[in-house]
Each structure stands twice: as structure tokens, then as C-alpha cells.
């Protein structure tokens, strides 16, 4: 792990999402989970955002770099993704209060997106590798948000 803020907390991860959950619960959001996996874990969330008629939904997905068997490292890095998620929440609500900018803006990359399949992707999933490409090879291209269906 790279990542050198929070390196040293003593805060437990699962302390920390129980304070993502009160920091989502104190905006009015109380559809939430998180779900972990050997290599990642993820928070998902579903928020009614003014003007939009259906819940949106949002989907984190914070990366494990941790590859061992030392558990209390696995722990260790734990603990440290979840206190940076919880200030990186806080920050971005910080911004929408403060006007600096909206709640679909501030999370667009991780807003859900579903193709006609079903299949489920954040926009950022969809949308970063097409952008990515259009910048390296220097063409401009139409970007494609949702598969057609047709494979």
C-alpha cells in the first residue's frame, strides 16, 4: 500500500463504517451496505436526490493491495481504506453544502448504471477506459454509456 494517510490509525475498519453509516443516515440516507471480498471490498448506497423522481444508486469500490497472510496487515490496510473513505465522504459532502458543487456531479463516476442485459457498472467503470483511450490515441469519439444489448 502506497497510501500514507492514516498509515497508523488505531481506529478499527468496522468502527469506521459504523461511521459512514451515521454520516450517510445524518443526509437522509438509510439504504446502505458494504460488501468485502478478498480484493476489494465496496460501499453501495441508494439516496433520493431532489428533482429525480427514482432513488439513485451509488457503488464504491476501494481496492485491496494487501496480497498476504498476515492478517493483522490485511487489517492494518482495512482499517486504513475505511478512515480515508469516511473523510473522502465527508469532504465530498462538505463541497455539495457548501455549493462548490451538486450530489450527481460530486458522485457521478460512482452512480450505477444498468445495460439492457441487467448488467450493473458505475458510470466511471463504463466511461474512464473509453476516455482514456480517446486521450492517448488523440481521436474523438462518441462515448458509449450503456451496451445495446446486442453482442
Do not use: W
Request: charged residues 30%.
Amino acid at each position: 500500500m502506497n497510501n500514507k494517510a492514516y498509515k497508523n490509525t488505531s481506529v478499527n475498519y468496522a468502527k469506521s463504517q459504523t461511521a459512514v453509516v451515521k454520516l450517510l443516515n445524518s443526509r437522509g440516507i438509510y439504504e446502505s451496505r458494504f460488501t468485502n471480498l478478498t480484493d476489494r471490498f465496496a460501499l453501495e448506497f441508494r439516496v433520493v436526490e431532489n428533482g429525480i423522481e427514482r432513488p439513485l444508486a451509488v457503488r464504491i469500490v476501494i481496492p485491496i493491495q494487501y496480497k498476504g497472510e498476515d492478517e493483522k496487515n490485511r487489517t492494518q490496510e482495512l482499517n486504513v481504506l475505511h478512515r480515508v473513505l469516511f473523510y473522502h465522504l465527508k469532504s465530498k459532502f462538505v463541497a455539495i453544502d457548501a455549493g462548490v458543487t451538486e450530489f450527481m456531479e460530486e458522485f457521478m463516476s460512482h452512480l450505477v448504471i444498468m445495460d439492457k442485459n441487467g448488467t450493473s457498472s458505475t458510470m466511471g467503470q463504463v466511461l474512464l477506459p473509453q476516455y482514456k483511450k480517446a486521450v492517448e490515441s488523440g481521436e474523438q469519439k462518441e462515448f458509449k454509456l450503456l451496451d445495446d444489448g446486442k453482442k
